[in-house]
């Protein structure tokens, strides 16, 4: 391709929200075999809600939920989010947090979930990997609901109250609208996709059976996105990958195509070969689109 066919595919892209990071970053996106998209606000919408819950010992509900808001209220995870504001519409309040109990000793457990003591007990919400790490008993009931829960595609977590599973909640996050038909757009475009993410692996396979995705890595750290990433290019694949740049920064920079969606954090913007501003998986075939146009046409 001559550097005017670049400069007017860049163009186009640009007046798209596809902003293509120069002539390398275009070259790349036409020899992609495999697409690796993030679960969490890449095939998903990102803004989860609390859909259902449980209780397996005696507690009021309201006090459930407000003993876990406070336990999560220095989190930053999109779980947390989701049940604070669970707490917050159960009292009909829409910002104020005065209400919740006292924490102390707050810990987050990446990829696990997090320890808190509220109100002088100790509190700790999370996977199933964190109450075997911290030797807590999960009754059969509490196992059950997680299965149902994951079956539903939804997240589910636990919650221990001074090492006792007191209850557990389900969290949904929709997948976007456009996802399925991107993916059968892509594989009759001769590119595979797959689905990373730090999620169950229930819950994972859910999600991918509704997009139609077969290749799934679930139950991943951050590190491990990347590894993954370089042990399908070690196999001679040409691999992008996009995310939003919550926990997949590292992935994005291994990748031969860094992907970052819907204008996510800096740290997205800055790590991507590809920067997709809308937060639409259809800018994703655009953009193989405009670099396929460019270099197959002239040579
Ligand atoms: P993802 O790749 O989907 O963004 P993460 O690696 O951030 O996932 O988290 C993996 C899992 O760890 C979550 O699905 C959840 O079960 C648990 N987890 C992480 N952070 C929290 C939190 N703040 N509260 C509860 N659970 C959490
Ligand atoms: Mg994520």
Known sequence: ATPTAVMVATGE???QGVLIKGGHALESAHKVHQMIFDKTGTLTIGKPVVVS????????????????????ASSEHPLARAIIDNAKSMRGESSDLSWLPEV????SLPGQGVYAEVGGQ????????LMTASNIDVPEEAIDYLQDMEKQARTGILVAINKEIYGA???SDPVKPEAKAVVAILKSMGVLSMMVTGDNWGTANS???EVGIEKVYAETRPQGKADIVKELQSTG???AMVGDGINDSPALVAADVGMAIGAGTDIAIEAADIVLMRNNLEDVVTAIHLSRKTFRRIR
């Open 13 to 15: 892209g640009a007046t």
């Open 53 to 72: 819950s449980k209780l397996f010992k005696h507690m009021v509900l309201q006090k459930f939920y407000e003993t876990i808001a406070a336990a999560e």
């Open 104 to 107: 102390n000793n707050f810990k």
């Open 122 to 129: 100790e509190v700790l919400v999370g996977n199933m990997q």
């Open 169 to 171: 909640l389900a969290i």
């Open 207 to 209: 999600i991918a059976r």
């Open 237 to 239: 694949k040409t691999v």
